[in-house]
């Protein structure tokens, strides 16, 4: 089992800003990419963001422009940050990796953290 530790939720007023971390093990082989996934209250969890190890990115139109995704040099850890902020970006985040095993792909996820965006 990956273990994904996550940080950088909270409360922000409108317009304001956050930065998610998530670190898989550095001892990890096969990641082929990492990235955001959120889910609001009663809504399906949706795609935020991705990014390659050969840092291809792709993120949902809603946050076009606003939240960008990076990853460190050992691409073991993800980055979201987190611009512009507004009420429909509250959900819990939810970090993501996808490793290749002999088996296949597999995906692990992070315990989630907790963005809320409200005056």
């Known amino acids: 089992q990956v273990q994904l530790v996550e940080s950088g939720g909270g409360l922000v007023q409108p317009g304001g800003s956050l930065r998610l971390s998530c670190a898989a093990p550095?001892?990890?082989?096969?990641?082929?990419?990492m990235g955001w996934y959120r889910q609001a209250p009663g809504k399906q969890r949706e795609l935020v963001a991705t990014i390659t190890t050969g840092g291809v990115t792709d993120c949902v139109e809603s946050v076009k422009g606003r939240f960008t995704i990076s990853t460190n040099n050992a691409k073991s850890t993800v980055l979201l940050q987190l611009n512009s902020l507004n009420p429909e970006d509250t959900a819990v985040y939810y970090c993501?990796?996808?490793?290749?095993?002999?088996?296949?792909?597999?995906?692990?996820w992070g315990q989630g953290t907790q963005v809320t965006v409200s005056s």
């Open positions: 550095r001892s990890i082989f096969g990641i082929i990419a």
């Open positions: 993501n990796t996808k490793i290749l095993t002999p088996l296949g792909n597999m995906n692990y």
